[in-house]
């Protein structure tokens, strides 16, 4: 390349720092069409692809992507194999950071370490390692993550990777070490008067001696990520910082300090405007103000706090489907990537060792003839080895492979319906369904804000545990759909979301069960002193809409009339009874099984009079 076209790109972007996003690709693109040396193109053309990629909008992301493929296009056609490293790492970068895929990210980011490595390039080396160790490290294979930033830190020193390296061993619960990497990290950024990152560091430095107990060191490290974060000035800034140092005094027994920083973290980050929370934050924050609160003796606001945190928890639990699946598969051809690379790099090596041993056989070639067929029986006994190694890698991989498909799928099944789920894996949508005949249960607990009074938050969760997990064994034993938890209400429905005759009958004799979990649990609470819940149970059989809405946090669930009408059923109902409406009665009213008492026409909220009836066990059925 001529010498003043290398001078004009350069003066170019060292005049970024005065000029706007759109004024940088304008002189960029300027660059790529005036300079005739393809090499300053790459670099154009790659620079620009970093620029969008720094944008959030889906256009930006678009032309991010076109103008990294034309860079790579372009060094790969004229042999620029340093542009061609740097285009590769910048578009692996960009699947980590922005488009969330592992699985892409790993494939640019080994190729472009590769290409490092030939050039000799210590920095592009230890910042592809960063990389990888970051993947890792989202991915949660934290010993993984380790290895590749020890790595970019061999080959360069570098703050970003020391921190994650810090990071790394906390979640190994290697403390020693982890707090020896935060120091090193500390000392570094504060000469390179980062704040944000020196912010960073010194929050989860306070988490680390907050799991090990230290409860001053972690006041005084979160107080220090407090003070910098105020500095910036962006009150959003403060969410999480204001949620860890609440646990922080929680801990210490500071009821009220706990619940002031709880309580600013959830009404920062509740009063955002857009939907992507701080789940971390708010279900840190929500867990200290439940505690914080039964530990003060206000109960309501305990349960109203309680109910947020296991939302929330649930929410941040469930996640959404298509993503959870997405991941999974990332992570699949992540680790396939990965060990693949190993077998590769322990074939190069092979490969060497084998033109070692063949140069050593040329120059002592005087050697008598036993030595070199001892040399040659080595050389293939290696191979065979190698062979053998490599054979097993792939086995075990496959292994592997089908282990975390079935993972998934138990995941899927876990959370929604079988053939729901099979629909979602073939299509990433399932169509919703109107079923004529379905019989909808709900069940509540009489007085459950009397019982949680009585109650810790940790007790009040354990019995409400038992409760539902016995009830989805029930559930499951008869074939019947659980749908959701609601607070203390449980709901259930049978002949969904395939057609089953004897749903009616079914839903019945499941209800019997629990109520009679819910009599014994009762009577064994009794005779221990405490307190325990009592059981209503309603039930109507009608036409449904079932499926799954929205794009985001997927859930199966059932809509129409006959959920409402079902609801009424329960909360018309009496304690220890089983409440039917009259369309359920009409279709189990001659099945031997069962006695049935007449209630007449009861009024039931928002619908009026309905008839009903309780339903028991037939004397000679037990």
Sequence with gaps: MKRTHWLVLFLLLGSFSRATDQQRIDSLLAVSRTIPVAPAQVRALNRISVIYAGRRSRSAKDSSMFYSQQAIALARRIGDEEGLAEALYDLGKYYVGVAGSPAKATENLLESLELYTQLNDRSGIS????????????????EDAVKNLDLSLKAEDNPTATYLMALSYTELDSFSLAKAYFSRAITDYTGRANAERLAECHLYLGRLYLRTGALDSALYYMKMAMESRALVGDPRDMVRPYAFVSEVYLRSNDLDRAIHFAERSY??????????????????????????????????????????????????ARGSIKQKVADMLSMFDFEQRMNLQQVRQEKDREIAQAQIAKERILRNAFLVGTVLLLLLLIGLYKRYRFKRRSNQTLVELNEEVTREKERSDHLLLNILPEDVAEELKMNGEAAARSIEHVTVLFTDFKGFIAVSEQLGPRELVHALNECFSAFDGIMEKWGIEKIKTIGDAYMAAGGLPLPDEGHARKVIHAAFEMRDFVEAEKARKIAAGAPYFEIRIGMHTGPVVAGIVGVKKFQYDIWG??????????????????????????????????????????????????????????????
Excluded: W
């Excluded at 206000?298 to 649930?314: C, I, M, V």
């Excluded at 609801?567 to 009665?585: A, F, H, L």
């Design 127 to 142: 910042m592809c390692h960063m990389q990888l160790g970051l993947v890792s490290y989202i991915l949660k294979y934290y």
């Design 267 to 316: 009404e920062l980050e509740t009063g955002q405007q857009d939907k992507n929370q701080d789940m971390i934050s708010l279900i840190q924050a929500t867990k200290t103000l439940s505690e914080a609160y039964a530990l003060k003796g206000r109960y309501e606001k305990a349960y109203f706090f309680l109910d947020l945190y296991n939302k929330a928890s649930d929410r941040d």
């Design 561 to 622: 009339d006959t959920v409402n009408t079902a609801s009424r059923m329960e909360s018309s109902g009496e304690v220890g009874k089983v409440n039917i409406s009259g369309s359920t009665y009409a279709l189990v009213k001659d099945d031997p099984e069962f006695n049935f008492t007449p209630r007449g026409m009861i009024e039931a909220k928002g619908k009026g009079e309905m008839e009903m009836y309780f339903v028991e066990r037939a004397p000679d059925r037990g």
